[in-house]
Nanobody, 123 residues
Framework: QVHLVESGGGSVEAGGSLRLSCAAS??????????LAWFRQAPGKDREGVAS???????NYANSVKGRFTISVDSTRTTLFLQMDSLKPEDTAMYYC???????????????WGQGTQVTVSS
């Protein structure tokens, strides 16, 4: 069982920045074997993939955030980050971190999820 806890959400004006963090607890597999990702869900919309980082360090981003958001992990892969710059009102959503030992795509098929942290961007 992997326990994920997000933090760092808040309210910011358009053009501003926020940095989200996600702390991971011990899982049944070594930390380095989990794909880690950020998803978001706005009211009335489906949960969508924002960014992911695979076990080899390769990253993927949704087209809507490329060049503005950066996903990273610490050296132990126990803390996941999402640096969000040039924020737009359409980035407003609940942001979730996710982990999975096998899956690393952009669909919400991850096994483990955090409780979410709200990001609100005003115009």
């Amino acid at each position: 069982q992997v326990h994920l806890v997000e933090s760092g959400g808040g309210s910011v004006e358009a053009g501003g920045s926020l940095r989200l963090s996600c702390a991971a607890s011990t899982g049944e597999y070594p930390y380095g074997t989990y794909c880690l990702a950020w998803f978001r869900q706005a009211p009335g919309k489906d949960r969508e993939g924002v960014a992911s980082i695979d076990v080899d360090g390769s990253t993927n981003y949704a087209n809507s955030v490329k060049g503005r958001f950066t996903i990273s992990v610490d050296s132990t892969r126990t803390t996941l980050f999402l640096q969000m710059d040039s924020l737009k009102p359409e980035d407003t959503a609940m942001y979730y971190c996710a982990a999975d030992h096998k899956y690393c795509g952009d669909s919400p098929n991850f096994r483990y999820w955090g409780q979410g942290t709200q990001v609100t961007v005003s115009s």
